[in-house]
């Protein structure tokens, strides 16, 4: 919770995580998006940053490619997500993905992504100390899941290119560092069928994934 850690550190009380600055801007998906790129990470096509009408959905629809996927700027577990496959399909899916996010998270902003199909989840697992030292722990593919929770784990990823895997374990790290980034954090990326990563989104957190 960005808010607690901002009061622990207006109170002199070392917060044992993430600074309250890096939190606020990886928790949404827009601002952690624009982060990410600036720090050198692919990402996958889409809107710049939330989509603000049906309208616009629909022409940064046409412009990426179908399918699409709109998502929750505050989503999370696979509620408020859609996919589009065809022009014909955008508004009912905006209308859904709306009333969902804004019932399960009080916020009903989307953006849209390209939907890559076939593509393996990889996560990066990183650590960072209040001294600018950043290091990973590898990566952890988790593409078998059901209902968007995962299911098996598997590190390192039997699929990634090592040059790839490389590349980008090192683009993680300064992304982290770029941010001002402390504690334990997760990366997540979409391994497409070219065999680039694009960045996801960051869990700001412990997660019970950092043991794998």
Do not use: W
């Given at each position: 919770n960005p808010v607690f850690a901002a009061l622990c550190e207006a109170h002199g009380v070392t917060f044992i995580g993430p600074p309250?600055?890096?939190m606020h801007r990886m928790g949404k998906k827009t601002p952690a998006k624009a982060a990410m790129r600036a720090a050198g990470l692919q990402l996958i096509p889409g809107s710049d940053g939330i989509i603000a009408?049906?309208?616009?959905?629909?022409?940064?629809?046409?412009?990426?490619?179908?399918?699409?996927?709109?998502?929750?700027?505050s989503g999370g577990g696979g509620r408020g997500m859609r996919i589009a496959r065809g022009p014909d399909e955008v508004a009912g899916a905006y209308a859904d993905a709306q009333a969902e996010a804004s019932a399960a998270f009080a916020d009903g902003r989307l953006y849209l992504e390209r939907l890559?199909?076939?593509?393996?989840?990889?996560?990066?697992?990183?650590?960072?100390?209040?001294?600018?030292?950043?290091?990973?722990?590898?990566?952890r593919d988790c593409t078998v899941q059901r209902n968007?929770?995962?299911l098996i784990e598997e590190s390192p990823s039997p699929v990634l290119p090592e040059l790839e895997r490389s590349r980008t374990l090192a683009a993680a790290v300064r992304a982290a560092a770029?941010?001002?980034?402390?504690?334990?954090?997760?990366?997540e990326f979409l391994l497409d069928p070219g065999?680039?990563?694009r960045f996801m989104e960051m869990n700001t957190r412990l997660q019970v994934e950092h043991c794998v």
């Amino acid at each position: 919770n960005p808010v607690f850690a901002a009061l622990c550190e207006a109170h002199g009380v070392t917060f044992i995580g993430p600074p309250a600055h890096a939190m606020h801007r990886m928790g949404k998906k827009t601002p952690a998006k624009a982060a990410m790129r600036a720090a050198g990470l692919q990402l996958i096509p889409g809107s710049d940053g939330i989509i603000a009408s049906v309208e616009e959905a629909q022409a940064v629809a046409d412009r990426v490619g179908y399918p699409v996927l709109l998502k929750a700027e505050s989503g999370g577990g696979g509620r408020g997500m859609r996919i589009a496959r065809g022009p014909d399909e955008v508004a009912g899916a905006y209308a859904d993905a709306q009333a969902e996010a804004s019932a399960a998270f009080a916020d009903g902003r989307l953006y849209l992504e390209r939907l890559i199909e076939g593509g393996r989840h990889i996560e990066i697992q990183i650590m960072a100390d209040r001294y600018g030292h950043v290091v990973h722990l590898g990566e952890r593919d988790c593409t078998v899941q059901r209902n968007h929770q995962k299911l098996i784990e598997e590190s390192p990823s039997p699929v990634l290119p090592e040059l790839e895997r490389s590349r980008t374990l090192a683009a993680a790290v300064r992304a982290a560092a770029s941010i001002g980034y402390v504690g334990a954090g997760t990366m997540e990326f979409l391994l497409d069928p070219g065999g680039t990563l694009r960045f996801m989104e960051m869990n700001t957190r412990l997660q019970v994934e950092h043991c794998v």
